[in-house]
């Protein structure tokens, strides 16, 4: 009995260690702050950042930046009284992460253009770029740690 609970610890701390379990799963928007995966050098003056990778999980920085230089679509992914209560000021489209046609209205997006999209927290964001990536989208974004990220950073919303 020693050894199976044993066994069962070291493959859940590995699996954990590994980030191998969405955690998100077991609560409605996770807690999991996700960190930046590319850290890019500042540009030239004059010259345009266009060194991200896809599907790129971005730190608020970052997303601000790509914003600024690459004037990506921006949308927002959760819900519409969470869209009301405060948004990015740049944001394109709400596209409700919940509702059932989700995967549709993806669908029907240009493939080509460039997306930057976020969440609260970054779980839905995070999923929805591996979708993204599954649909054949050529280059989206989420910002890391989703709008709380952002306005922890200092940035903007509006209403």
């Avoid at 969470?82 to 919940?98: I, P, R, T």
């Avoid at 927290?121 to 990220?149: C, P, Q, W, Y």
Wanted: glycine share 6%; proline share 5%; with cysteine.
């Amino acid at each position: 009995m020693r050894a199976f609970i044993l066994t069962l610890a070291i493959i859940f701390s590995t699996a954990f260690a590994c980030r191998a379990f969405d955690w998100s799963d077991f609560f409605e928007e996770g807690s999991a702050k996700k960190v930046s995966l590319i850290k890019l050098p500042e540009p030239a003056v004059g010259e345009k950042q266009d060194t991200y990778n896809f599907p790129a999980n971005i730190a608020p920085e970052e997303a601000k930046r790509f914003m600024e230089l690459q004037n990506p679509v921006v949308i927002d992914i959760r819900r519409p009284e969470e869209y009301a209560a405060g948004h990015l000021e740049k944001v394109n489209m709400n596209l409700d992460y919940y509702a059932p046609d989700f995967k549709d209205q993806l669908a029907k997006l240009d493939k080509t253009a460039k997306y930057l999209i976020y969440c609260r927290s970054g779980v839905r964001s995070g999923k929805t770029l591996i979708l993204m990536k599954d649909m054949n989208f050529t280059e989206a974004h989420d910002i890391a740690g989703g709008i709380n990220a952002w306005i922890a950073a200092g940035y903007p919303v509006v209403q």
